[in-house]
């Protein structure tokens, strides 16, 4: 048994354990998220630092797009991915950064689950998300911010920093959602239940990665001395469509 997604399913309920997503997801994310980026049969979703694509490939299936490409910057992840892909009737998925994708596709949506607020510059990730993006088409992503904070790619962002860049980038905001306080709820839940399970966790992962995962509990937790990560970071899921006028980039 896996003591850390035994831990994931015993707070967060089967759906969410069994997509084993990088991102955090909370119970209803996966319908939420289908919802937001409901598409037309036929069409493409773009799953942009996509991980290992279980909840790309799910998100395709429940919105009945044709086609799935995902992208990473992780070649390892990304093999992983391509595996998951598989399972999907026309699936692609590539090795590259918010930076420097540049494929010949136009998507009709697209998701980045905690992913784009890695990006060492939100402008660029942005704007070339966009330029992937057909005019009219759904983008769904989240981020985490916190004006002081340096850390976990929060670098001292806000949310109206991430709309000034979505503006810019050539995108209309439709939705932009304080999700500090449920993500602050489960996340105080799941990395409790880990601490709890200090010898366990160690036991199966070894003490290199066991005390890791540990470390990255006490720290969003702020047993390690500092301000816990959970109180000084808020969590943001926005909602954007790509402009349709011509001239925005
Ligand atoms: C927390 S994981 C989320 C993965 C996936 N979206 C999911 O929810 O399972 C963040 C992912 O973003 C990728 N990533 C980070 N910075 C990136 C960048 N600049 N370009 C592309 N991918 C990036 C990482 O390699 C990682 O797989």
Excluded at 26 to 37: C, N
Excluded at 152 to 164: H, K, M
């Amino acid at each position: 048994m896996d003591v850390l997604a035994d831990i994931q399913r015993r707070v967060l309920g089967d759906e969410i354990a069994d997509l084993r997503c990088g991102g955090f997801l909370e119970p209803g994310d996966p319908h939420s998220i289908a919802q937001a980026l409901s598409v037309s049969r036929g069409g493409l979703l773009l799953d942009a630092g996509c991980g290992n694509a279980r909840l790309g490939v799910e998100t395709a299936n429940r919105i009945g797009v044709r086609r799935y490409v995902g992208f990473d910057r992780d070649e390892k992840i990304v093999t992983v991915a391509r595996e998951v892909a598989r399972a999907f009737p026309e699936a692609s998925v590539f090795a590259a950064s918010f930076e420097s994708a540049d494929f010949d596709l136009k998507a009709d949506a697209a998701l980045a689950l905690d992913s784009i607020y890695l990006a060492d510059e939100p402008s660029i990730a942005l704007r070339n998300l966009g330029s992937l993006l057909r005019g009219g088409a759904t983008l769904y992503f989240t981020v985490y911010v916190g004006e002081g904070v340096q850390e976990g790619g929060v670098r001292g962002r806000t949310e109206s920093g991430w709309l000034a860049a979505l503006t810019t980038a050539g995108f209309e905001v439709v939705d932009c959602n304080d999700a500090t306080d449920q993500w602050r709820h489960w996340a105080r839940q799941l990395h409790s239940a880990r601490l709890e399970a200090w010898d366990q966790v160690v036991g199966q992962l070894g003490p290199v990665a066991g005390l890791q995962r540990l470390r990255t509990s006490r720290r969003m937790l702020g047993r390690d001395g500092r301000p816990a990560f959970l109180d000084i970071v808020r969590r943001a899921k926005i909602v954007a469509t790509k402009s349709r006028r011509p001239n925005d980039r």
